[in-house]
């Protein structure tokens, strides 16, 4: 067999893994986990509230523990792996990620809307003056085409990038779909590229082989696929799945499994599944995060969650729009559409 290249895994079941509990992690839960994923070789662990640092809110929830709490007992449980966290401009400041830096994080993801990277501009500078290293992220990445993916992230690289990754928020893309965006990223950057997939049509693995047969380098993972609504790629099938292509991770699958045990006994009510709900979230392109939200608005409304994901995707809601759900739901039962 041909040698292939290595592929970094990051970890981001400390953050995005946050959505399904409400943003309820304790820090013996947050130290436990770290230090398990740690153990087997990890190399980068993403920590903190579902929507980054600096966005614990009435409007996306309140997380249990401050930034400064989880990121401090993530730090000291790490002994080799990065520290890495995500923000959004809107959401978290400069002086947040002063912060962050100052306990510790070693990688700041600055995320925005897959059209958006303008906003990123100030945010990535920042992050290389503190000496971090400065990654772009952007969401909900199936609504732009790969042309435009590709002219994005050249903008964010501009800005100070040192590495660029899409995002599959709604768990929308095919195979085919990863290969051509990823492609013509790859083509128009030179830093790494990286993929982050979700699973409500439950292609999330294959999504991350195929994103890695075009060029990307980083692959997101969650134990069990700790994450929002279907969740996320799941780790120790992903790592497996790679070394069965041949692909190095430097992790040792033995103890990434009894991570994952760890993880799903410790960390969620039970691990993702794709019901009905998640599935036509990724139908319909609307990012997995709302299916909380959706369910609760579509309760105390009297309408059918399916149909109210459907109207979501009509008007295009992307994440950060949740008070569009409440909005949405009622329209529909004053349209007589309920359950």
């Known amino acids: 067999m041909t040698a292939q290249p290595p592929v970094t895994v990051h970890d981001p079941t400390l953050r995005d893994g946050q959505h399904a509990v409400r943003h309820q992690l304790d820090r013996e839960q947050i130290r436990a986990y770290a230090a398990a994923v740690d153990a087997a070789g990890v190399p980068v662990v993403e920590v903190g509230h579902g929507n980054g640092i600096g966005a614990s809110s009435v409007q996306v929830g309140r997380s249990k523990l401050s930034d400064d709490e989880m990121l401090a007992t993530a730090r000291e449980a790490l002994t080799r792996a990065r520290l890495a966290t995500l923000m959004l401009p809107g959401w978290a400041t400069t002086a947040d990620l002063r912060n962050a830096v100052h306990h510790g994080v070693d990688v700041v993801r600055v995320a925005a809307h ?6 990123t501009e100030r945010h ?4 290389r003056d503190l000496g971090a290293e400065a990654q772009g992220v952007l969401l909900m990445s199936h609504m732009a085409d790969a042309g435009d993916l590709a002219e994005q992230c050249a903008l964010m690289v501009s800005y100070g990038a040192q590495a660029v990754c899409i995002f599959d928020s709604a768990g929308y893309y095919l195979p085919a779909d990863v290969t051509d965006r990823i492609a013509a990223i790859t083509a128009a950057v030179d830093v790494p590229v990286a993929f982050h997939g979700h699973n409500n049509l439950g292609m999330a693995v294959a999504n ?4 890695v047969q075009a060029g990307a380098r980083t ?3 969650c134990a069990r696929g700790f994450g929002a609504g279907a969740g996320n ?5 992903l790592v497996a799945v790679l070394e069965r292509y041949g692909h190095q991770t430097g992790i040792d699958l033995r103890r990434l499994a009894e991570a994952a045990d760890l993880a799903e006994k410790t960390l969620m009510p039970a691990p993702p599944t794709i019901d009905s709900t998640s599935l036509v979230s990724g139908l319909a392109g609307v990012f997995s995060g709302f299916k909380k939200p959706v369910l609760a608005a579509a309760e105390q409304e009297g309408v059918r969650p399916w149909d109210l994901f459907v109207e979501l995707g009509r008007r295009r809601a992307i994440a950060g729009q949740e008070d569009l759900i409440p909005d949405a739901a009622r ?3 004053a349209q007589g559409a309920s359950r």
């Open 219 to 221: 692959i997101d993972a």
């Open 124 to 127: 990535l500078g920042v992050i």
């Open 208 to 211: 991350s082989v195929a994103a």
């Open 331 to 333: 329209g529909l039962a």
């Open 114 to 119: 897959c059209t958006e990277a303008t906003v």
């Open 233 to 237: 790629t799941q780790l120790e099938v």
